[in-house]
T-cell receptor, first 112, second 118 residues
Framework: TQLLEQSPQFLSIQEGENLTVYCNSSSVFSSLQWYRQEPGEGPVLLVTVVTGGEVKKLKRLTFQFGDARKDSSLHITAAQPGDTGLYLCAVHGSSNTGKLIFGQGTTLQVKP | DTAVSQTPKYLVTQMGNDKSIKCEQNLGHDTMYWYKQDSKKFLKIMFSYNNKELIINETVPNRFSPKSPDKAHLNLHINSLELGDSAVYFC?????????????????FGPGTRLTVL
């Protein structure tokens, strides 16, 4: 059983459409991170959310941390081909070792 | 200019061989990590080092041995390669997560090394 369940696993949409990706768990976290990984590259941190109910915006991307800090969502408005990539949510392990635990990822393809 | 670099980018080898992947970071970070990403894109930590000291050692076969000659380098040596070792291996670095306020510090990932074992 995965600690973090991401859905959907795959998403193929047309340019200009909106989409939401979810990251769910039965555990409570002190913080949660979202990464984007482009083909042939390593993951890049997009945002860290730390407060229940927190909403953070990064241009057309809106991140929300659930009130109970068990889940998070990533909403993209008017998706563009440049948004194509693998979106990963992640949390840190319980000890301060830097250990990141990732969800299985959502592969997004935005067609022009 | 590159923050975290890995060599080689691609590695194709036969079963049973021994190979190494090198990682270097120029960010001045104390902590470095190795992650493995399988064919389903699932990314999982393998090891971490802080200033040459092993911190994280997940359940990884002992054919895998990380080596850190200094805090800017973390290499991964793999003995007796098996088909199941085929994956993309990522190196990452961050400030020391054990320091106050840095437990969730940003990790910077390298571009990955795609290992194919035939």
């Amino acid at each position: 059983t995965q600690l973090l369940e991401q859905s959907p696993q795959f998403l193929s949409i047309q340019e200009g459409e909106n989409l939401t990706v979810y990251c769910n768990s039965s555990s409570v976290f002190s913080s949660l991170q979202w990464y984007r990984q482009e083909p042939g590259e390593g993951p890049v941190l997009l945002v860290t959310v730390v407060t229940g109910g927190e909403v953070k915006k990064l241009k057309r991307l809106t991140f929300q941390f659930g009130d109970a800090r068990k889940d998070s969502s990533l909403h993209i408005t008017a998706a563009q081909p440049g948004d194509t990539g693998l979106y990963l949510c992640a949390v840190h392990g319980s000890s301060n070792t830097g250990k990141l635990i990732f969800g299985q990822g959502t592969t997004l393809q935005v067609k022009p | 200019d590159t923050a975290v670099s890995q060599t080689p980018k691609y590695l194709v080898t036969q079963m049973g061989n021994d190979k190494s992947i090198k990682c270097e970071q120029n960010l001045g970070h104390d902590t470095m990590y190795w992650y493995k990403q399988d064919s389903k894109k699932f990314l999982k930590i393998m090891f971490s080092y802080n200033n040459k000291e092993l911190i994280i050692n997940e359940t990884v076969p002992n054919r895998f041995s990380p080596k850190s000659p200094d805090k800017a380098h973390l290499n991964l040596h793999i003995n007796s390669l098996e088909l199941g070792d085929s994956a993309v291996y990522f190196c990452a670095s961050s400030q020391d997560p054990r320091l106050p306020g840095l437990s969730t510090d940003t990790q910077y990932f390298g571009p990955g090394t795609r290992l194919t074992v035939l």
